[in-house]
């Protein structure tokens, strides 16, 4: 009886010992960084003063969008501005075990193409196609759900880019962004990304 006891307490330590070690290897890892897209401004701006006392800081620009295709172009300025936040990744590895690093800077006098699928010309709304020297896989965040295409314009071209005015706004939080990412459910495109760049 006292064999079968010991027996049993030794088990015991050993399965929460196990349990601790697995735990430890693959628990949820937290990220900070939500981004939100909306063709209305006003929603993405109201879920942001909602939420401001779990913001530790964000940036709000106003992109061009083009439906059919979900490319998403903003102008080099703005687009400066998300890099600050990690808010590019560049996708590299394999589709079992992609990486994602942040962009740090783009070309600031020419067309930069973004998306999975490399391609040289880019349409806007009107149909009027946009070479673009440079195409590498680059994803908002860590997705290309709701963004398949990210389109870099120098200004010039961007005032002649034709697309639905969006709003995009990139946050970091100081709460797990897994946790409170159901407060941004009012905006049409929302999703979580690590802003950390590791």
């Known amino acids: 009886m006292l064999k079968k006891f010991f027996i049993s307490i030794l088990s015991l330590i050993v399965l929460s010992i196990g349990g601790l070690f697995l735990y430890n290897n693959f628990k949820h890892k937290p990220v900070y960084g939500i981004i939100l897209l ?20 964000h940036v709000v620009v106003e992109g061009k969008w083009v439906e ?17 936040f990690n808010g590019f990744k560049k996708v590299t590895g394999s589709k079992d075990n992609y990486k994602f690093e942040p962009v740090k800077k783009i070309s600031p006098n020419e067309v930069s193409s973004f998306s999975k699928e490399s391609t040289s010309m880019v349409t806007d709304e009107a149909y009027k196609a946009f070479p673009s020297p440079i195409n590498e896989y680059v994803t908002l965040g860590e997705s290309s759900a709701h963004v398949n295409n990210l389109l870099i ?27 409170v990412l159901i407060n941004y459910n009012k905006v049409e495109m929302n999703q979580l990304y690590n802003e950390s760049g590791a």
């Not at 071209?157 to 969006?166: D, E, K, L, R, V």
């Open 153 to 179: 314009l120098p200004d010039k071209q961007y005032n002649a880019f034709t697309g639905s005015p969006i709003s995009l706004g990139v946050l970091k939080v100081k709460s797990d962004a897994s946790k």
């Open 68 to 84: 059919p295709t979900k490319t998403l172009a903003l102008n080099v300025t703005d687009a400066k501005k998300i890099i600050v």
């Open 38 to 57: 909306d063709k209305d401004g006003t929603k993405v701006n109201n879920s942001i003063n909602a939420q401001k006392k779990d913001i530790e800081k």
